[in-house]
């Protein structure tokens, strides 16, 4: 799968440095008092990670980058009023609601699914508004499915997907070919329970491609998502931990775009049993 497209998208080398190096600005500013940033730093072992200093970095000129430093600009206000005692909740209700439409979320998408045949049955989790899922039906799988705890706006954008309500992928009966995870691990409530039901909802064989945020490629992403309601902070060396453990074998190597790492994983056809458990064949 040519992951390393996104970077293509994204300007390159030169301007995913230009998003880092923002990220890491911004994480420094919002440091001096922000609990959100204190938990992105503690889940990279206490390491505060290199402050670029000065003024603010150079801005990226591509158009996936610059709506990305924009989008982390628009946090500084909020997070000016939780070092006051408290950010406004309609405030961060506005911007997780730009957050779902943004193009570089939605570009990360396309490329993890730019391959995978049209009349493959997609799973969601914790679909959203459905910005995700419209994007996904018109490009043509018409076998998507969303589950969340609320989708009845999901379910008004995209009237034909199959929708569920659910808070756990535990709670379905579904088969998938692929599960698709973009910004989704940090607000699962279990992360591995959670990957395990995605598992078992796979068919053998099935596909997990993934776009997670790296907190030490993008701090104050990480960090603004547990503002917008993220439960976790998930450094990527414990999220494929997660991954390993509920049973998914990665295919490849990941591929870095800020403020994503991209990697596909396969739920193998056939289980593998350690020696102490071939009795069990």
Same mark, same amino acid.
């Given at each position: ?119 493959? #049955?997609? +799973?969601?989790?914790? =679909? ?6 419209? &994007? /996904?039906?018109?490009?043509?799988? *018409? ?80 960090? #603004?998502? +547990?503002?917008?309601? =993220? ?6 060396? &414990? /999220?494929?931990?997660?991954?390993? *453990? ?36």
């Amino acid at each position: 799968m040519q992951l390393s497209r996104l970077r293509e998208l994204y300007g390159g080398r030169r301007e995913l440095q230009k998003a880092a190096l923002w990220n890491l600005w911004l994480a420094a500013k919002w440091g001096r008092s922000a609990r959100a940033v204190d938990r992105v730093w503690a889940a990279l072992g206490g390491r505060r990670l290199g402050n670029p200093g000065g003024g603010p970095p150079e801005r990226p000129v591509n158009a996936y980058m610059a709506e990305h430093v924009e989008f982390l600009e628009a946090f500084d206000g909020v997070f000016a009023q939780e070092a006051e005692g408290g950010a406004d909740r309609n405030s961060i209700e506005i911007l997780r609601a730009s957050w779902q439409l943004q193009s570089w979320r939605l570009a990360a998408a396309r490329s993890l699914v730019e391959e995978v045949p049209r009349d493959s #049955a997609v +799973l969601e989790p914790l =679909a959203g508004d459905g910005a995700l899922g419209y &994007q /996904l039906v018109e490009e043509g799988f *018409a076998k998507y499915v969303g589950y969340g705890p609320d989708v009845e706006l999901a379910s008004r954008v995209v009237p034909g997907a199959g929708w569920h309500k659910a808070l756990s992928a535990c709670d379905l009966r579904v088969s998938a070919d692929v599960v698709l995870l973009v910004d989704k691990a940090a607000w699962f409530v279990d992360v591995v329970k959670e990957l395990r039901c995605l598992a078992r909802a796979l068919k053998p064989g099935g596909l997990l491609l993934v776009a997670e945020p790296d907190p030490a490629l993008a701090p104050a992403y990480a960090a #603004a998502l +547990l503002l917008m309601g =993220a439960l976790h902070v998930l450094p990527r060396e &414990q /999220l494929y931990k997660f991954l390993r *453990a509920a049973g998914f074998v990665q295919m490849g190597r990941d591929v870095e775009a800020v403020p994503y790492v991209l990697s596909a994983w396969r739920k193998p056809a056939r289980l593998e049993l350690s020696p102490s458990d071939r009795w069990m064949e």
